[in-house]
Structure formats: C-alpha cells, structure tokens
C-alpha cells in the first residue's frame, strides 16, 4: 500500500461545477499536506499547502486536511476550463521528503 | 529565463547506454531532487541531495546514479538503460529555510529507451 492513495480518475466536469479531488493517507507522521496542479507537458507547481488538520482557503480553492480520517481534500468552486490540469496531492512529515498521490486528471468543460 | 532547466527535454536511446540527464536552477536553493513520473504510478522520488556534500536514496534508486557537481546543478546517470526506465522524469529544488514541501520542478525529460 502506498502511503499516499489517490484515485487517478480521470475526472471531466462542466464549468461553473464545484470539484472535490480526495486522498488517504496512511503515515501518521505526515504533518504538511499540499496539491500540486501538472498542466499538460510541464512540470507540477505548489497549488496549496496546510499544516496539520484543517481548512485553507485560496480564492476558488479550499483545501482541507482530517488527520483522525487521515483525508486530504481539495475543493474547486465555479470551476473554469484553465482548472483542467492533473492534480497531486503529497504528504510529507519529519524525514523531509515528500510522498505523492498519483495524481488525478480534471477537465473542465466549456 | 526559467528557474529550474532541465536537459535534454527529449531522448531516445538504446538498451544498455549510458545516458544522463542534467539539472540547473538559479534559484540559489540547497535542495534538489529527481523523480520520475509514470502513467498510473505517479511522481516517485528517485534520489535527493540536501546540500553538495549530502547524497541520499529515495524510493526508486536501483539501477540510477546522481552527482552533485555544485549548489546548482544536480545530474541523473542511467548506467545502463533498460526500457522500463522510459519515463518522464523531473528535477525539482527546495530551500531548507522555507520547508521542503514547497519544490520548484523543472520542465522534465522525456526519455524513450529502446
């Protein structure tokens, strides 16, 4: 089992949809959690990150972290077609490192 | 002019060459990592280094090898290419004052090995 599990889907919605993008984790001591976002034939960039459990909240995007579920959320709200990229979501915790998800694939539709 | 380059973008080579991929960023970050990215598997961390002196395993380091030439540049060795090492593989930099979680990465490498 990974240490980082996320359905890679993919995943293709209308525009103006909210879009929940989830994954588990299973290490403990993961304490920063951050999504990624992977446009077509470029390198991931830092979309969000939270420390420990909670909310946080950038424009469009909220993501939130459950450390007694060990779930690791990313919320899109009105989605636009420029939100069509791959997203990871990655845990790291003492060692420094960072684990990541799959990565799940998101178009947006106009 | 990008942060962090990588090169070659694109390469085919042949079972049982030596090839290498090369890192630089202008960033001025001590930390710099390579990973490879396939379909279904996701980013896997293949080595890291956390300052030049500093070389370490990651999840997926048989059959690669890296060197550390300056803060800067960070090159991948393929001793000898086997096709399962064809992958999309990516150089990425962090700054050990400002958390690792946060990595810069490089544009990536397509390597076909045939």
């Known amino acids: 089992q990974k240490e980082v599990e996320q359905d890679p889907g993919p995943l293709s919605v209308p525009e103006g949809a909210i879009v929940s993008l989830n994954c588990t984790y299973s290490n403990s001591a993961f304490q920063y959690f951050m999504w990624y976002r992977q446009y077509s034939r470029k390198g991931p960039e830092l979309l969000m990150y939270t420390y420990s459990s909670g909310n946080k909240e950038d424009g469009r995007f909220t993501a939130q972290v459950d450390k007694s579920s060990k779930y690791i959320s990313l919320f899109i709200r009105d989605s636009q077609p420029s939100d069509s990229a791959t997203y990871l979501c990655g845990a790291q915790g003492g060692s420094e490192k960072l684990v990541f998800g799959k990565g799940m694939k998101l178009t947006v539709n106009p | ?114």
């Open chain 2, 1 to 114: 002019d990008a942060d962090v380059t990588q090169t070659p973008r694109n390469r085919i080579t042949k079972t049982g060459k030596r090839i290498m991929l090369e890192c630089s960023q202008t960033k001025g970050h001590d930390r710099m990592y390579w990973y490879r990215q396939d379909p279904g598997l996701g980013l896997r961390l293949i080595y890291y280094s956390f300052d030049v002196k500093d070389i370490n395993k990651g999840e997926i380091s048989d059959g690669y090898s890296v060197s550390r030439q300056a803060q800067a540049k960070f090159s991948l060795s393929l001793e000898s290419a086997i096709p399962n090492q064809t992958a999309l593989y990516f150089c990425a930099t962090s700054d050990s004052g400002q958390g690792s979680y946060e990595q810069y990465f490089g544009p990536g490498t397509r390597l076909t090995v045939t």
